[in-house]
């Protein structure tokens, strides 16, 4: 499958799945479509696209869909910078207006995931592909690494609805929880030599 179709596919099954389980079925205003509802399906589509590069055997499509992912990842980033209110993430934030330890720690983790997979961009879009051998530096282990806390990340912002199957608008779990399995899946799967 071409990558081109390969992202607008995972694109629009994540926003897809956004818009039924948030505007559909959870009563969130059509209104939060562009930042809000959409930043959900970009962090998912970062997270599959950044999967996917790592069990591509073909170097420059690996590197080519690691960047895509990245792009999204830097995306999700942004616009989460306009939503990170309590107007909007109540759960986050505690009466006086300052984030909670979990919030806190879940910003960090997805800050500090942001920054290593920057990292990992420069030093693989800096080396010729021959010399990315695995086994060579410590690439591989930043890849898992980043997954790692991409699904701290999650954890942290949504487990406490996760136990609650019956209060899941739809039934459909929430996006935390299924980038939270994505990633930790992807963290534990062999990455492609």
């Known amino acids: ?13 994540s926003l897809g799945y956004a818009v039924v389980r948030y505007n559909v079925f959870g009563g969130v205003s059509a209104d939060q479509l562009p930042v809000f509802v959409t930043n959900k399906a970009i962090s998912v589509g970062s997270l599959v696209l950044l999967g996917v590069s790592r ?4 170097k420059p499509r690996r590197k080519h ?5 990245l792009a999204l990842a830097l995306l ?3 616009l989460s910078l306009l939503v990170l209110q309590p107007t909007y993430l109540a759960k986050l ?14 910003m960090l983790t997805g800050a500090i995931a942001t920054v290593l997979l920057l990292w990992l961009a420069y030093a693989t879009t800096t080396r010729p592909l021959q010399d990315q051998r695995p086994g060579s530096s410590l690439l591989p282990s930043v890849g898992r690494i980043v997954l790692a806390l991409v699904a ?8 406490s609805v996760w136990m609650n199957p019956a209060g899941w608008p739809g039934g459909l779990p929430p996006i935390t929880l299924l980038s939270f399995v994505i ?6 799967l062999p990455k492609s030599r």
């Open 65 to 69: 869909l690691g960047l895509i992912g």
């Open 76 to 78: 999700h980033v942004m």
């Open 55 to 58: 069990v591509v055997i073909d």
């Open 183 to 188: 990633a930790t899946g992807l963290c534990v």
């Open 152 to 159: 701290a990340h999650n954890l942290l912002l949504g487990a």
């Open 93 to 106: 934030y505690l009466a006086d207006g300052k984030m909670q330890w979990f919030g806190e720690l879940s």
């Open 1 to 13: 499958m071409p990558d081109g179709k390969l992202i607008a596919g995972v694109l629009a099954a």
